[in-house]
């Protein structure tokens, strides 16, 4: 019988367990933005790279380690801090309840329900996002052994290699809506890939306007191409890099809801 409360022998069960994407099927999608509009959306506890790269993924999980199947995806731009390169989150849609709450409560990733489409046949990979009504992304990509910009991998391999670190900011807006509770803290945090699969794709990418999810700021300056993977991948446990200011960090606090106006 379930029960509300967990013993200690049921919570000594989950004590050190890894959290594992089994045969995790991924296509990531790479472009060039305009400098400026990195500046623009980066907390200041963050500097912009020396590119200003964007990536987006969206991913197919049919087994992991801490719940069902799901599909997820995400979208980041390349930031440092300290000297150390990392991908910063801006929005992260995700199919499954769970996997949300975990990522948003203990990462502080901005997760939020959508509609994800994700199709492989053969070389040809099809998918989309949608959420409340908006397809805002959708990717045609053609598994290839080349980039739409031949010198796409070298880009990609000089800025983040085999990966570089997530960095998120974890915080808890305020109860009685005076500013918040948890003082926003900057994280960071590695997922390792461990690819049984890897090779290059030629995409035709898509973004439409969302006032709720806005990919499509990100202009696309030069599509550089995408990396497809298949692979067991291992989020590591993050760490914790200091408070930031929250009256800097206010006008960016609001990626994890939708913008929903009187």
Same mark, same amino acid.
């Given at each position: 019988?379930?029960?509300?409360i967990?013993?200690?022998?049921?919570?000594?069960?989950? +004590?050190?367990g890894?959290?594992?994407?089994?045969?995790?099927?991924?296509?990531?999608?790479?472009?060039e933005?305009?400098?400026?509009?990195?500046?623009?959306?980066?907390?200041?506890?963050?500097? /912009?790279?020396p590119?200003?790269?964007?990536?987006?993924?969206?991913?197919?999980?049919p *087994?992991?380690s801490?719940?069902?199947?799901?599909?997820?995806?995400g @979208?980041?731009v390349?930031?440092?801090?300290d000297? $150390?390169?990392?991908?910063?989150?801006?929005?992260?849609p995700?199919?499954?309840?769970?996997?949300?709450?975990?990522? *948003?409560? !203990?990462?502080?990733?901005?997760?939020?329900?959508?509609?994800i489409?994700?199709?492989?046949?053969?070389?040809?990979?099809?998918?989309? @996002?949608?959420? %409340?009504?908006?397809?805002?992304? *959708?990717?045609?990509?053609?598994? +290839?052994?080349?980039?739409?910009a031949?010198?796409?991998?070298?880009v &990609?391999? +000089?800025?983040?290699?085999?990966? $570089?670190?997530?960095?998120?900011?974890k915080?808890?807006?305020? $109860?009685?809506?005076?500013?918040?509770?948890?003082?926003?803290?900057? &994280?960071r945090?590695?997922? &390792?890939? %461990?690819n049984?699969?890897?090779?290059?794709?030629?995409?035709?990418?898509?973004?439409?306007?969302?006032?709720?999810? /806005?990919?499509?700021?990100?202009?696309? &300056?030069?599509?550089?191409?995408? !990396?497809?993977?298949v692979?067991?991948? $291992?989020?590591?446990s993050?760490?914790?890099?200091?408070q @930031?200011?929250?009256m800097?960090?206010?006008?960016?606090?609001? !990626?994890?809801?939708?913008?929903?106006?009187?």
């Amino acid at each position: 019988m379930g029960s509300f409360i967990k013993t200690m022998e049921q919570l000594q069960q989950t +004590a050190g367990g890894k959290t594992i994407f089994f045969d995790a099927r991924m296509l990531t999608v790479y472009w060039e933005t305009k400098p400026e509009i990195i500046e623009k959306i980066l907390p200041k506890c963050l500097k /912009p790279g020396p590119v200003p790269l964007v990536n987006a993924f969206i991913a197919d999980y049919p *087994r992991t380690s801490f719940c069902p199947p799901y599909k997820e995806a995400g @979208i980041f731009v390349l930031a440092e801090k300290d000297g $150390v390169l990392g991908n910063y989150c801006l929005d992260m849609p995700i199919t499954d309840g769970m996997a949300m709450a975990m990522g *948003r409560e !203990i990462c502080g990733l901005p997760k939020k329900p959508a509609d994800i489409r994700m199709n492989c046949d053969g070389k040809k990979l099809t998918g989309s @996002i949608a959420r %409340n009504g908006i397809e805002f992304f *959708r990717i045609d990509a053609e598994i +290839a052994g080349k980039m739409n910009a031949e010198e796409g991998r070298d880009v &990609v391999d +000089a800025q983040i290699g085999d990966g $570089v670190p997530m960095y998120n900011i974890k915080y808890s807006k305020a $109860v009685d809506g005076s500013g918040f509770d948890l003082p926003p803290t900057l &994280v960071r945090q590695r997922l &390792v890939y %461990n690819n049984k699969e890897k090779d290059m794709a030629v995409c035709q990418m898509a973004l439409t306007d969302s006032p709720h999810d /806005p990919w499509a700021e990100l202009e696309v &300056v030069k599509m550089l191409g995408g !990396i497809y993977t298949v692979g067991d991948n $291992v989020l590591e446990s993050g760490e914790n890099l200091g408070q @930031i200011n929250p009256m800097e960090f206010l006008p960016y606090s609001y !990626i994890r809801w939708d913008w929903w106006l009187k």
